[in-house]
């Protein structure tokens, strides 16, 4: 049987509940900025509590997720938030950088039966599944998506008061066409990752 009302899914959920069990979802938000932390989080659920509002974070407005990150805190047996520095960005790589972090959150929570994954492979001895578009399909994963980007959203404002030249509360580090005229114009900052590409490339336009 398929369960959901509105949000995400929660099939994995409701099989490891039902065995008086618990379960871990994992996810992140930013590692395609140019500029910023990334920042991944986990979180371990009530069982059988109303979930039918967390969804996939990109999905929800930004109002709706502020308003979630507080039912899903008191909602929630665990919450864990790791902040992936520029400098481990740069170090690792973003995909590595995010595993190790993923990783260490899998070694720090508690004995659980089982850990998911939004599409990253990760070490745990119990059951576990990296699943593609995970933020669908689970609510565990959504929620952590949800505070993950709540989180970061909230530090590239902060950047934002630091830097106002650059437009960091409205890309929030992406790569827009405003991001890339802001680099061009005011130069590269200590919170770009310098492992990306900084620069947009110029269009090459042949005359025939």
Same mark, same amino acid.
């Given at each position: 049987?398929?369960?959901?009302?509105?949000?995400?899914?929660?099939?994995?959920?409701?099989?490891?509940?039902?065995?008086?069990?618990?379960?871990?979802?994992?996810?992140?938000?930013?590692?395609?900025?140019?500029?910023?932390?990334?920042?991944?989080?986990?979180?371990?659920?009530?069982?059988?509590?109303?979930?039918?509002?967390?969804?996939?974070?990109?999905?929800?407005?930004?109002? &709706? *997720?502020?308003?979630?990150?507080?039912?899903? @805190?008191?909602?929630?047996?665990?919450?864990?938030?790791?902040?992936?520095? #520029? =400098?481990?960005?740069?170090?690792?790589?973003?995909?590595?950088?995010?595993?190790?972090?993923?990783?260490?959150?899998?070694?720090?929570?508690?004995?659980?039966?089982?850990?998911?994954?939004?599409?990253?492979?990760?070490?745990?001895?119990?059951?576990?599944?990296?699943?593609?578009?995970?933020?669908?399909?689970?609510?565990?994963?959504?929620?952590?998506?949800?505070?993950?980007?709540?989180?970061?959203?909230?530090?590239?404002?902060?950047?934002? &008061? *630091?830097?106002?030249?650059?437009?960091?509360? @409205?890309?929030?580090?992406?790569?827009?066409?405003?991001?890339?005229?802001? #680099? =061009?114009?005011?130069?590269?900052?200590?919170?770009?990752?310098?492992?990306?590409?900084?620069?947009?490339?110029?269009?090459?336009?042949?005359?025939?």
């Amino acid at each position: 049987m398929t369960y959901k009302i509105n949000g995400a899914l929660k099939d994995f959920e409701e099989k490891v509940w039902a065995k008086n069990q618990l379960l871990l979802g994992i996810d992140e938000a930013g590692r395609g900025p140019l500029a910023g932390p990334c920042v991944v989080c986990g979180v371990i659920l009530k069982p059988h509590m109303d979930y039918s509002m967390i969804d996939d974070s990109k999905v929800l407005s930004e109002k &709706k *997720r502020e308003e979630l990150v507080l039912q899903i @805190k008191e909602n929630a047996i665990a919450v864990y938030t790791k902040i992936v520095t #520029i =400098e481990e960005i740069d170090k690792y790589n973003i995909y590595r950088a995010t595993q190790r972090a993923m990783q260490a959150i899998v070694d720090e929570s508690m004995t659980i039966a089982c850990v998911l994954s939004d599409a990253m492979p990760l070490d745990y001895k119990g059951e576990f599944h990296n699943l593609i578009k995970g933020d669908h399909r689970s609510i565990s994963i959504a929620a952590a998506s949800i505070i993950a980007k709540t989180t970061r959203d909230n530090i590239m404002k902060e950047y934002d &008061k *630091r830097y106002p030249n650059y437009g960091f509360a @409205k890309h929030k580090g992406y790569p827009t066409k405003q991001h890339y005229e802001a #680099i =061009e114009k005011f130069g590269v900052l200590d919170i770009h990752r310098k492992s990306f590409k900084l620069f947009k490339e110029p269009q090459i336009s042949f005359d025939i």
